[in-house]
Nanobody
Framework: QVQLVESGGGLVQAGGSLRLSCAAS????????MGWFRQAPGKERLFVAG????????YYADSVKGRFTISRDNAKEMVFLQMNSLKPEDTAVYYC????????????????????WGQGTQVTVSS
């Protein structure tokens, strides 16, 4: 089992920044890829950004490219999401997820391939 705990959410004005953190523990050696997803009320859960533990594979949703940056600290088993130039449409619950799929390069946007999820952290951007 892998446990994921997110932190760093909150309320921010449009144009502001937040940094989300995801701490992983447990059998993390089985996981290949870490993703951030978000879910707004009444909407489906969508891929935001993802990063591989062992390769320089990083992916972003078009909606956040140039504004969000994902990074990792392998030694601390943590993944971060730096969110700049936030917009009201970024308001959602943000989830950290871990995938054991070795073929993540072709599946990373699909929430179904992630095996472990955090509890989520609320991000609210006011206009």
């Amino acid at each position: 089992q892998v446990q994921l705990v997110e932190s760093g959410g909150g309320l921010v004005q449009a144009g502001g920044s937040l940094r989300l953190s995801c701490a992983a523990s447990g059998r993390t050696f089985n996981t290949h890829f870490m993703g951030w997803f978000r879910q707004a009320p009444g909407k489906e859960r969508l891929f935001v950004a993802g990063i591989a533990w062992s390769r320089d594979s990083i992916y972003y949703a078009d909606s956040v490219k140039g504004r969000f940056t994902i990074s990792r600290d392998n030694a601390k088993e943590m993944v971060f999401l730096q969110m700049n130039s936030l917009k009201p449409e970024d308001t959602a619950v943000y989830y950290c997820a871990a995938s054991t799929d070795p073929y993540y390069r072709t599946t990373y946007v699909n929430s179904n391939v992630y095996d472990y999820w955090g509890q989520g952290t609320q991000v609210t951007v006011s206009s």
